[in-house]
């Protein structure tokens, strides 16, 4: 089974028709789009936090707030980044309504867009 | 007229916008598209090298104008406004080539005379002057708003409504404020103490997108044209950051203002599904840490907001033109219907990265080393005096630094470049747009290079007003914003996996503007109707009034009518001696 998510309508990104359509630069860059590179993308951002905080130990702020210690700003990073997304939904069943909900055509869809491969 | 233009020749020094600005006007009159983008590109350098050949000494005072009591200083030059001068220019230069495809007449002409009046504005010695080019650069870019199609008709009225009211609010306060002076109408600090003081600041206030003053930015950009977008994005926002960094520094209620305007856009920006307008609640939190920074007013904060307009209106050009590339070629720039664009566009998808990279302020990037000064002076003036309401805002800005990352920094390219694959295979984005992004990207590198000797920060700091000694990086200062990058991206990536991450979905999300294009719309139109019903039973009463007053003049003075009965012949006449013998009275009595 193929380890990408492509579109239903489009080939396999590896596969010859599939990548007839890949821009030649993005060839050797296809892995990023399988599905097991972006499971294990979180690996990246763990490694890095690990070893920014623990230098934190070692290089305290020189320009500290009361609540500063070795990781502090990790903490506020990833509790402000969870506060907005968990927000997401509810602030989305407030304020969200039906597109044109003003009687006004939205942001301008182009007639005649680019040149397509297709 | 002679007197006008003896006025303007002997001037001397002149403002360095008038040539863009009649670079603007001659466009209109070019029918070949390849001369009128000449211009387009050469006038910003113009302006530019005249704006280096005039800046020779601290404060360069010219182009001197007498009209009637009003003495208008059409240009001062000083360590302040040359920052902006040059960053208008260069916008201009790489706005120029980004638009080189787009062969309108409309566009590059109101491009140049709105850019021209925003660097005339800058240059703005009084008040006066200020309010002029104020106004005009509303009227020449509400037709960048208005070549964006259909739907974009209404925003544009809006957009003008806005600026028009800001300008007519400055103008109010300038005048108040100069006749207070004695007619000085010049422009320098004012504070909040000087009369008309506050009727400027609102002025200022709705151009730079004060909470609840803010929906034109999210109502307007988003619906221009490709082309103006993105020029859009750099002039006016910038244009009123000068001139509160130059009426108020030091204001500590902008503290507060720009506080507030760095995290609520974040919330807005979570939920909205159209890239360009989620660019434009990111642009909205931008200028929160400037007008902070501008009410901190320490030489550092300064410093810092000079150097944040610099680094800003080149990360956000350039992520405005990825997303303008991602619309050229795709159609659209709404998440729900992009994703894997970086197998079709990878030339545009990594520098849409580097200002997502940027605008995050990540290490060896342009927003790192200038945003770093703005939060620094925070926590300087929390720990020396600013109280506990300070450190409040020390932790606002961190808040939104971290709302930044999620928006611009992961939003706008994961949803555009990777997530799913939207089946878009489309063609790499045109070379003159690429060029443009590359120049910006690069510009995104380079003023952030900690390389000495091949320009760099220090190279960008020598342009900021202030000679601080400021560096940003110490290892501390890197590990603790890695810390805060990387705790962000570790959230999005845990968030995404434990399927808490929004999926984008089609929607209109509601903002303070729904106060006027929903609630005040219908009330408005409840008055209309109620108006006219009254106005039809006022009709009605109207008639039969005058219907029942004519019936009654009929009996009284009609020939069959009281006043012609046999029978009080008399009447009259007794009433005619009465107020003959009462006037008589009147007479004599006024005569003794």
Known sequence: ?118 | MSDILANFFSMGNFNPGFIIILAGLLCIFIPVSEIRKALVLLAPIAGGVLIFQQFTSAEVIGGIWQVGPLKLTTLRIDSLAIIWGYIFCLAGVLNAIFGFHEKCKITDSSALIYMGAAVAAVFAGDLITLFVFWELTAISSVFLIWKGGDGSFQAGIRYLAYHVTSGVLLLAGAVIYGMSRGGDYSFNYIGLDAPGAWLILLGMGIKVGFPFLHNWIQDSYPKASITGTVILSVFTTKLALYALARGFPGTELLIYIGAIMTCFPVFFAVIENDLRKVLAYSLNNQLGFMVCGIGIGSQLAMNGVAGQVVAHVIFKSLLFMSMGAVMHRVGTAKASELGGLFRSMPITAVFCLIGAGSIAAFPLLAGFVTKSMIITSAIDHASYGGGPAMWVVVLMLLFASAGVMEHSGIKVPHFTFFAHDGGHRVKEAPWNMLVAMGLAAALCIFLASPIPGIGGYKWLYSMLPYDVEYNPYTTDHVVFQLQLLFAAMFAFAFLKRQGVYPDERKAEILDFDWTHRKLGANIAIWVGAMWTRLSANGANVRASFVDVAGRRLQQLFSPAGAFSAASPSGLPALLTSAMLAFAMIVIFVAAT
């Open chain 1, 1 to 118: 089974m193929s380890d990408h998510h492509d579109h239903p309508d489009m080939p396999d990104d590896y596969s010859p028709e599939g990548l007839a359509h890949i821009h030649p630069y993005a060839k050797p860059f296809l892995f990023l789009g399988k599905e097991s590179v972006k499971r294990n993308f979180i690996w990246f951002p763990v490694v890095g936090l690990i070893i920014v905080s623990i230098m934190g130990f070692f290089f305290p702020p020189k320009h500290p707030a009361p609540w500063d210690f070795g990781f502090s700003w990790a903490v506020i990073g990833f509790a402000a980044y969870t506060v907005v997304v968990l927000s997401a939904e509810p602030l989305f069943r407030l304020l969200a309504r039906e597109e044109n909900y003003y009687g006004e055509e939205e942001a301008p869809k182009l007639k005649n867009k680019g040149d397509h491969y297709e």
